[in-house]
């Protein structure tokens, strides 16, 4: 194996820095040393610069990031059920879409640091995506890491109080797969999505306009999907300007 650093998102990096150093970032960023320091590396690496094991199966974050996935979903449903004993399923569900959507994450993985720890190839298909696909796998593997209980305290405590305003998030409406097809009626344009893509239990929606494609959205859901894809198809039309 070559000992030459490799140049990763746009800038020249060896693998990874010093064990004690990434044990002190991790530190930071979870509020507890990690005891098996080879999961948060995983979490880190995309699969552009990822070796693949005995299984045939690359050690990136791709497995850690579904089971993040699942795991914040379900944390941050049943801290929405218990401090909101009155609202319906409806306000619970699109509250809860507010902060685990793709540019929630994507924002709040680069905004506690994880812009000087992912690894991924400039020259491969990773995108701006990639820092809120890290924030779920770094918390499947603190789950792994450390257990469900403190997984939990570590979303509530260190990711969502800190970052995310709820009366804020209420006040604005993001439901955006439901705004761009009330603007499509109103505009007289035909909209439609469609499941383009499903590999590793994710999925690939896109839009399509007039039957012009337009963005494209993941997710471990078809509904997940569409939704990443009408956030991103709201932004390309600029109709929130």
């Known amino acids: 194996m070559s000992s030459f650093p490799k140049r990763l998102s746009g800038r020249l990096l060896h693998p990874f820095k010093s064990e004690k150093k990434l044990r002190q970032s991790f530190r930071l960023i979870t509020g507890r040393n990690p005891i098996n320091l080879a999961l948060y590396k995983r979490a880190m690496r995309h699969s552009s ?20 996935d699942a795991i914040l979903g379900m944390i941050i449903a049943e801290y929405l059920y218990r401090i909101y004993p009155f609202k319906e399923e409806g306000f619970l569900t699109e509250i809860r879409a507010k902060i685990v959507n793709r540019e929630s994450l994507n924002n709040l993985g680069q905004t506690i640091g994880l812009r000087e720890l992912v690894q991924y190839n400039q020259h491969s298909r990773a995108h701006r995506s990639v820092y809120g696909d890290c924030m779920e796998a770094l918390i499947g593997a603190v789950y792994l890491d450390h257990g469900f209980y403190y997984c939990k305290k570590f979303v509530i405590n260190k990711l969502l109080k800190p970052h995310f305003d709820l009366e804020e998030l209420i006040a604005k409406t993001t439901n955006f797969k439901s705004r761009l097809l009330e603007w499509s009626q109103k505009e007289g344009k035909e909209l439609r999505f469609e499941i383009i893509n ?37 932004e390309q039309l600029k109709l929130d300007q």
Do not use: H
């Open 49 to 68: 610069v990822a070796s693949v094991n005995d299984q045939g199966i690359k050690n990136s974050y791709e497995r850690l990031e579904y089971l993040g």
């Open 198 to 234: 499903e590999e590793d239990r994710k999925f690939t929606a896109q839009v399509f306009l007039n039957e012009s494609p337009m963005s494209k959205g993941t997710g471990f859901s078809k509904k997940k999907a569409e939704q990443d894809a009408a956030s991103k198809t709201y």
